[in-house]
């Protein structure tokens, strides 16, 4: 197998290395498992170019698994894909967002798994404290059970905040909230609290 380090040169490789070299290089085989997303090339001479990925609209980070959720907090304007389910561990601690989070495959939305308890908590409670900037999120579906005190949503506690608006070319499409929600005041499926800003398409909340 001949791989394209998409850096310098090409060099090559069996595809027994291939399989340790795409973890490192965000490749087309995952994990090194048997999850090889081209099956019919296996054992042949193929060229496979390895996808860098970088975070941005062409290349973003893909979410597999929990852990790789968790780099929002280090960078929160960057663009993430969920590429699987995934359940966040029970210590989650819910994430400043505003970059742009959505499926990879918008045909098949994916779900973030998440449960939260904090009723005494008087910060903003969801999947993410609140979403600010230009961010966009299409495309996933939310579960578990988010339970907070006031500004408690499935999606987001708050839509921007006094020091951190949200933008008018944010947007929020094909967004289901499948989680049971709880609050005191300000308490909604999606936001607990919101302001008019951007475009909303097909939020749905059961």
Request: glycine fraction near 12%; avoid cysteine.
């Amino acid at each position: 197998t001949e791989i394209d380090d998409g850096i310098y040169n090409t060099q090559w490789v069996s595809f027994e290395d291939l399989k340790s070299l795409s973890t490192n290089l965000g490749g087309a085989y995952e994990n090194g498992n048997d999850d090889y997303i081209y099956p019919q090339l296996i054992g042949n001479n193929v060229i496979v170019k390895p996808v860098l990925q970088d975070g941005s609209a062409d290349h973003p980070y893909l979410i597999k698994e929990a852990d790789d959720f968790m780099r929002i907090e280090d960078e929160p304007d960057k663009v993430y894909a969920l590429v699987k389910d995934i359940t966040l561990p029970d210590s989650y601690e819910p994430l400043v967002f505003k970059g742009t989070l959505k499926s990879l495959d918008s045909n098949s939305p994916k779900s973030i798994t998440v449960n939260i308890n904090r009723p005494d908590d008087e910060k903003p409670v969801g999947l993410f404290t609140y979403v600010a900037g230009n961010v966009k999120i299409s495309d996933i579906i939310i579960r578990g059970n988010i339970i907070g005190n006031s500004i408690v949503g499935g999606l987001a506690g708050e839509t921007g905040a006094s020091d951190d608006n949200i933008s008018g070319g944010s947007s929020f499409t094909n967004i289901k909230n499948e989680a049971n929600v709880e609050g005191v005041n300000y308490v909604g499926g999606i936001f607990g609290q919101s302001w008019n800003y951007g475009s909303w398409i097909g939020i749905i909340t059961v």
